[in-house]
């Protein structure tokens, strides 16, 4: 049947939505009828993939429209273009069948597809004798889609993808073209409404800001070697192994000599023997997908499943992670689920609608951030992002998720006044969609990825963050312990002559310290917009304020629950962080801030090396006190303990006034090595202590307590005195 004008005139100027109904091959009763849009082209040969000639099409439109008739059954095929001099040659995209099938439709309309990444997107595959690129994109709302890119000038009208109805999305292989080609899809949404060019939301790498396209990327080549760190965390408790984070951001930790951002491989050569010299157990990046701001921390990212350009190519970033595990350090990811940016080539009404988001500002934008908030009820929208939390263990072998916000995704309320957000169906204020969501991401990354643990940044009292989503819980494997962060940083910044008075702000920390599994953050929340660094939050003058800050490190180590340190508050950082520059590397001259950076270090090796000291850092059977009710003289000592463990004792006077002899309780008779020591002049102290260790008779023992110190000793066993 010969098409109407109309519809020919559409697929001239590119506003048919079902090209490949007029385009490519067809079967007919007198052979294959071929219909190709060629513009430029004066005459038309047409061949098989193999090269063998199969006919030619006459000129039907001046626009470049040819038709024809060709012997044998439709196939793929490619033409020879002729017109003004010049020659080339097309393989027609519109010769080639689907390449994503039914179960892939079921799937993706059930929302439980878990390798959308593998289909979704931008993927180099040979398909039907063809080697090149097939994209897809889930625009459900879309009259029409293109694909476009440097491989077709930008021009919608040359690729309109294939349209999948029973679930929204479209698709097209693209022929000939292969990795490092940049591109966008072209939507045009409903009542003809044409969309800013958008970004691909599953692509695996993106151009450098200001620079917004999508790149195609081949397979990853990368040989891993770090099978052996895998099967290790696959087979631990890490709720019982030592955990010291080290928070980086990779953008501003350093910079090259330009002052421009360093590479993964660069990054590589300094971070990890770094952090492995300090003692630490993982790396936790601050979010690397793609971010079109850099004030934004890689908070509010574009391109959920790209490296950022900032720091080279993606294969880059696997060889990071697989040095760092064969350096025997873990890295850990920032994802960001809680909120998206509205910039146009983003996800923002992606389709000409609220697809991503909601449509009513009240649920679907976020006050705090100017962002827009995802639709965590709607199955396709959670399923790219389970997809996503299960893209990174996958892929680049990252060994767990610190999630963002996670206070945010679960009240319809945060941060908005009466009238301002919208009820549950219950009439209450949780969003039990994000619940739902945070649970299903949680059993998934957990049931997929052994030994790969997930982390919530959760700053209310919502029960169960860390317990199992099948006993009602989140299910995340830890939380961070944001009472813990505020209490502690209050009470160091008190004068100490004030501190007897807020001695309940450390005592309160312990009553709540295992109702979750806490990691307790000093984050870089903590030393921006205008907080200053941890240095300057101490009280006192500046020998103080060094003497503060070790005296709440040891403390912090001595206490239960995983540690993180931003990057630079381990020597001490002056001046609070900026993105737009490296770390003040050159204090590490200073002898007080090295100070501070060598207690850093021994402090994680003695974490690492002391059972005791992290076991039962989850575990209330892990603590006990000691000391807990002199106010007067804002001393603290704790016991640390873990079956089969010598226990330690840590002790920890607030004030600057030395005490000699304090009477501390001990649960063991014997000799009690003093194992550090914040005071001591190698961290820059005045060298006050207790000469190696304390004996402790009837129950208890003398120990000296220097002046706004911390000190931990460990009772030694016959194993040690041998």
């Avoid at 005045?686 to 110190?709: H, M, Y």
Wanted: charged residues 20%.
């Amino acid at each position: 049947m010969k098409p109407p004008a109309t519809a020919i005139q559409a697929l001239i100027e590119g506003r048919n939505a079902d090209p490949f109904a007029l385009l490519g091959p067809h079967a007919g009763p007198g052979g294959t009828f071929l219909r190709a849009l060629v513009p430029g082209a004066q005459a038309v040969a047409v061949f098989d993939l193999t090269g063998d000639p199969l006919g030619d099409l006459a000129c039907v439109d001046p626009n470049g429209l040819f038709e024809g008739v060709v012997d044998g059954d439709p196939q793929p095929v490619k033409y020879r273009a002729q017109g003004h001099g010049a020659e080339w040659w097309i393989t027609d995209p519109y010769s080639f069948g689907p390449v994503l099938g039914p179960i892939d439709d079921l799937l993706m309309g059930e929302g439980t597809h878990r390798r959308l990444y593998d289909k979704m997107g931008a993927h180099l595959i040979e398909h039907q004798g063809a080697r090149g690129v097939h994209f897809a994109v889930w625009a459900p709302n879309a009259e029409r889609v293109s694909v476009v890119g440097d491989f077709n000038d930008w021009n919608g009208a040359r690729h309109v993808m294939r349209r999948r109805n029973d679930v929204g999305v479209w698709e097209i292989f693209l022929p000939d073209i292969g990795a490092g080609r940049a591109y966008k899809f072209e939507i045009v949404g409903p009542g003809g409404t044409r969309q800013p060019q958008k970004a691909d939301p599953f692509a695996f790498a993106a151009e450098l800001r200001p620079h917004t396209a999508s790149i195609t990327t081949a397979p990853l080549s990368h040989a891993w070697q770090d099978d052996a760190h895998r099967a290790a965390w696959a087979q631990v408790d890490p709720r019982r192994v030592p955990m010291s984070i080290y928070e980086v951001h990779a953008g501003s930790w350093d910079r090259d000599e330009n002052g421009w951002y360093l590479t993964w491989d660069a990054l590589a050569d300094k971070l990890i023997p770094y952090v492995v010299e300090m003692g630490f157990t993982h790396i936790e990046f601050l979010p690397i997908s793609e971010h079109p701001y850099d004030p934004s921390w890689g908070y509010q990212t574009t391109g959920l499943y790209a490296p950022s350009a900032r720091f080279g190519d993606h294969e880059g970033f696997a060889r990071f992670v697989d040095g760092a595990h064969q350096a025997g350090i873990g890295v850990l990811l920032d994802w960001v689920p809680a909120h998206f940016p509205t910039d146009a080539h983003g996800l923002s009404h992606f389709d000409g609608t609220a697809l991503y988001e909601h449509e009513d500002p009240r649920q679907g934008f976020h006050p705090d951030w100017n962002t827009a908030i995802y639709n965590f009820g709607r199955r396709e929208v959670a399923s790219y992002l389970v997809n996503n939390a299960l893209f990174w263990p996958e892929r680049y072998h990252v060994d767990g998720l610190r999630v963002d916000a996670v206070a945010s995704m679960l009240y319809r309320d945060y941060s908005r006044k009466a009238g301002e957000w919208v009820p549950n169906e219950q009439g209450g204020r949780e969003n039990w969609e994000a619940v739902e969501f945070l649970r299903d991401v949680n059993r998934e990354v957990y049931g997929q990825h052994p030994g790969v643990f997930t982390i919530a940044e959760e700053s209310t009292a919502w029960p169960g963050v860390s317990a199992p989503a099948y006993a009602g819980g989140l299910g995340f494997g830890f939380k961070w312990n944001m009472g813990f962060m505020h209490d502690t940083l209050k009470y160091m910044a008190l004068e100490p002559i004030h501190r007897r008075h807020h001695h309940g702000s450390i005592l309160f920390g312990l009553h709540y310290a295992f109702d979750e599994n806490f990691v307790l953050p000093l984050s870089h929340d903590e030393v921006v917009h205008g907080k200053g660094s941890l240095l300057t939050k101490m009280a006192g003058d500046d020998w103080q304020k060094f003497a503060n800050l070790r005296a709440y490190y040891a403390f912090m180590w001595g206490y239960p629950g995983k540690k993180l340190l931003f990057m630079g508050q381990e020597f001490a950082q002056r001046e609070e962080w900026s993105e737009e520059r490296a770390l003040d590397w050159h204090l590490r001259c200073s002898h007080a801030h090295e100070g501070v950076r060598n207690l850093v270090r021994d402090l994680n090796r003695l974490y690492r090396d002391t059972p005791a000291l992290h076991a039962r850092d989850c575990e209330p059977e892990g603590f006990e006190w000691l000391v807990s009710d002199d106010a007067d003289q804002s001393v603290f000592a704790w016991l640390r303990k873990a079956p089969g463990a010598a226990p330690v004792a840590i002790i920890a006077n607030m004030t600057p006034v030395a005490r000699a002899p304090y009477r501390v309780p001990l649960p063991v008779d014997g000799h009690w090595r003093e194992i550090i020591n914040s005071d001591a002049h190698h961290y820059w102290g005045s060298g006050l202590g207790n000469l190696g260790g304390v004996e402790a008779k009837d129950g208890a023992a003398w120990v000296t307590l220097p002046p706004l110190a911390t000190v931990m000793l460990q009772l030694e066993t016959d194993k040690d005195a041998q």
